[in-house]
């Protein structure tokens, strides 16, 4: 419970402007990309320092205060959401890029920098900072870290995990930990930087990184195919893996993700004259000396009768033209009605039985639920949701959705899948870590937890089960 000595001790050390209560204030403090639950903070509070976020914590520790770590709030896990009167607290303030290391190739950051200053920051000095989301806008680096975000480009750079090198997290007695001081290579005892990525704000909080860069991919060529079978797809990757080529992006998305986009997206115009059951789409550098490498490619996809047609974007206009019909599916399904939303994982090489499994699911799903798929195919990561009209009420869609998403779990434990690939747990899936988990890997984890929160003031209600 706060009361009117805690917001005294915040307004001193911060500042009044800093403090922030009013309803407006809470109610956008409190909530992420999410809509399932009502924030309900008592207070955000915006550091400027790692020395400000270890005085609150230390602080919060004392008074038994809970505190939600707070980025951008674009989660969909609903991790960054307080809904019981806990402290939120943002790094937005935090947002300086201070330092570029072109020759080891790294980037020192505040946890409030955006992924796209991250990115534009790189750009700069000629080096490329490579994960990427429809996101980048808003979503901080910390939020990526807590997140261990995946993104487009995962297939070729990997996720937030293979971009850390060093770590500052301020852990919820207060103590500051510097971890790994921006080392490649480091085999001292247990790395525990590793702990803190994808643990979600519940262990510690990021106050500062070192990233890694890369050289920039040379000149990157975007094709969409038109698909008509999903057995397709993998074959498709099979291709381009055989055939060496360097991929930056395998994504695929259904002709109703397709349809939804062109009906919300300004501006959307789909490539073809006909609809297709499915597309992919298709980001590969060029080959060394400026070789193309996507006409051959797509001439043998043709060839082995995988696709029905295709466009290569000829201009970098229409290269994020063809971007836009993945990048906006997000955005234009939460348009389009209410949404549940799945972030799983399987081996690629079990994704076509997965899906065959997954139509009478999908043909016993109540008539005015579309089962919507997209995905970091090239990954394994399908994004399946739940899009309802939203005529109906909320609280009653979501459990009807709920009943479907129950059977595609239990389907894909069969397969051993992941049951969030990218997103996390947050307070939406705690009920279904155990598809994903054996209890003794939860055991472990609650006790990790233990040590390092033992009053459970990190972010409480994430990730466990209640
Ligand atoms: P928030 O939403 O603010 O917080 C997320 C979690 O991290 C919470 O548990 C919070 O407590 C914790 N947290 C935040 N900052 C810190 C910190 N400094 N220290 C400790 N804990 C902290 N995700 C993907 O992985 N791949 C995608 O392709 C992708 N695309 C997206 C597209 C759209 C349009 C949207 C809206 C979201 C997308 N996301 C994607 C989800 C989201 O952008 C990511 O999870 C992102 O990493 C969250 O960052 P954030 O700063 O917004 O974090
Ligand atoms: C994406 O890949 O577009 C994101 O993970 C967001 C989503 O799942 O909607
Ligand atoms: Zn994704």
């Known amino acids: ?67 939600v770590p707070s980025g951008g709030r674009t989660g969909l ?21 201070e330092s570029v290391d072109t020759i080891g190739m790294t980037m020192r950051v505040e946890a409030g920098v955006t992924t796209q200053q991250a990115q534009e920051a790189a750009k700069e000095v000629g080096l490329f900072f490579p994960l990427d989301l429809a996101a980048k806008g808003s979503c901080h680096i910390g939020g990526n870290i807590a997140t261990n975000a995946g993104g487009v480009k995962f297939i070729r750079f990997g996720g937030m995990r293979e971009q850390v090198l060093g770590l500052e997290v301020v852990l919820p007695d207060g103590e500051i930990l510097d971890l790994n001081s921006g080392l490649r290579k480091n ?69 109703e993700a397709h349809e939804i986009v062109l009906q919300h997206a300004l501006g959307a115009r789909s490539p073809f004259a006909e609809m297709s059951p499915f597309y992919v789409l298709l980001e590969a550098e060029e080959g060394p000396n400026g070789a193309q490498v996507m006409e051959p490619l797509l001439e043998e996809i043709f060839g082995d009768e995988l696709i029905t047609d295709a466009v290569i974007a000829s201009s970098s ?55 919507v798929i997209f995905g970091h195919l090239g990954d394994g ?44 747990i947050g307070l939406l899936k705690t009920k279904d870590l155990h598809f994903s988990r054996s209890p003794a890997e939860i055991e472990l984890m609650r006790k990790i937890k233990g040590l390092l929160d033992p009053k459970g003031l990190f972010n409480p209600g994430k990730i466990f089960p209640g």
């Open 317 to 371: 206009a229409q290269a994020k033209e063809l971007w836009g019909l993945r990048e906006n599916i997000t955005e234009s399904i939460a348009k389009h009605g209410h949404v549940r939303k799945n972030d799983i994982s399987l081996a690629i090489n079990q994704l076509t039985d997965f899906i065959a499994d997954l139509e009478p699911i999908v043909h016993a799903a109540p008539k005015d639920m579309q089962l």
């Open 187 to 255: 085999n001292t005892g247990y790395d525990l930087r590793q702990l803190f990525i994808g643990s979600e704000g519940t262990l510690g909080i990021v106050t500062r990184a070192t990233i890694r860069l890369t050289a920039p991919p040379r000149n990157v060529q975007v094709s969409v195919m038109a698909v008509r079978e999903f057995a397709d797809i993998p074959k498709i990757l099979g291709v381009c893996n055989r055939a060496s080529v360097q991929l930056t992006a395998f994504e695929f998305f259904t002709r």
């Open 381 to 424: 990561n399908l994004h399946i949701n739940y899009v309802g009209p939203k005529t109906q009420d909320f609280a009653a869609f979501q459990t009807r959705a709920r009943v479907v998403e129950l059977q595609i779990f239990e389907l894909l434990g069969r397969y051993k899948g992941s049951i969030s690939a990218e997103h996390g």
């Open 77 to 97: 896990a609903a991790g960054a959401v307080a809904t019981n009167g806990e402290v939120v607290l943002s790094l937005t303030r935090m947002s300086k890029i």
């Open 1 to 67: 419970m706060l009361h009117e000595s805690h917001l005294s001790f915040f307004r001193q050390l911060l500042g009044d402007a800093y403090v922030l209560t009013s309803p407006n204030d809470l109610e956008a403090y409190g909530r992420d990309w999410t809509r399932v639950h009502t924030p309900n903070p008592s207070v955000a509070v915006l550091p400027a320092s790692t020395a400000d976020v270890a005085a609150i914590v230390k602080y919060c520790n004392r008074e038994n205060l809970a505190i």
